[in-house]
T-cell receptor, first 117, second 110 residues
Framework: DAGVIQSPRHEVTEMGQEVTLRCKPI?????LFWYRQTMMRGLELLIY????????DSGMPEDRFSAKMPNASFSTLKIQPSEPRDSAVYFC???????????????FGDGTRLSIL | KQEVTQIPAALSVPEGENLVLNCSFT??????LQWFRQDPGKGLTSLLL?????REQTSGRLNASLDKSSGRSTLYIAASQPGDSATYLC?????????FGTGTRLQVFP
């Protein structure tokens, strides 16, 4: 079990640049989540996909943020243009969601530490 | 809107002590409550998951309880070890996904 794989692990870029974060969920999982963690706000859910379809994107902070899941094994979170206040650790998590079953924990990747200068 | 609070924010104890971490939440309409561990520079590791119909779950030296009526959960760690040092987060799962507390940073010293 390779776990949830995120890339890059670290990203440092200048304000205004486009940033793309990548996630490969655990094989067989049908739900994928993007979270952001900051000292001030803790862990916040940004967007949730089920069977590759975005279900809830109410946590996406602004139109500068977008997320896609073109297939069951890959998702991206894009920020364009990036701003210093976007600096945070971004986590991807996956799980197997079955209607009526709330017994499956989410499995997290190691995160991408993003710094916008 | 669900709010999840964890007390204390930080805890430092000598090795061998039994300890309790507290989590409280404002909305009892949850599917489950989960406890996670986060090591520095790492993602979250799921420790225990208590479904809304359950009262507690145990795994090794860890025991988590859930009281939905009072909006509280506790994580009990028996015979703490230096390897237990990490940040512990609780989270409730509801219709809008996981809502996390701000965590308890635990340090166990030899």
């Amino acid at each position: 079990d390779a776990g949830v794989i995120q890339s890059p692990r670290h990203e440092v870029t200048e304000m205004g640049q486009e940033v793309t974060l990548r996630c490969k969920p655990i094989s067989g999982h049908n739900s994928l989540f993007w979270y952001r963690q900051t000292m001030m706000r803790g862990l916040e859910l940004l967007i949730y996909f089920n069977n590759n379809v975005p279900i809830d994107d109410s946590g996406m902070p602004e139109d500068r943020f977008s997320a896609k899941m073109p297939n069951a094994s890959f998702s991206t979170l894009k920020i364009q243009p990036s701003e210093p206040r976007d600096s945070a650790v971004y986590f991807c998590a996956s799980t197997q969601t079955t209607p009526g079953d709330s017994n499956q924990p989410q499995h997290f990747g190691d995160g991408t530490r993003l710094s916008i200068l | 809107k669900q709010e999840v609070t964890q007390i204390p924010a930080a805890l430092s104890v000598p090795e061998g002590e039994n300890l309790v971490l507290n989590c409280s939440f404002t909305d009892s309409a949850i599917y489950n409550l989960q406890w996670f561990r986060q090591d520095p520079g790492k993602g979250l590791t799921s420790l225990l998951l208590i479904q809304s119909s359950q009262r507690e779950q145990t795994s090794g030296r860890l025991n988590a309880s859930l009281d939905k009526s009072s909006g509280r959960s506790t994580l009990y760690i028996a015979a703490s070890q230096p390897g237990d040092s990490a940040t512990y987060l609780c989270a409730t799962l509801g219709p809008v996904g996981l809502i996390f507390g701000t965590g308890t940073r635990l340090q166990v010293f030899p």
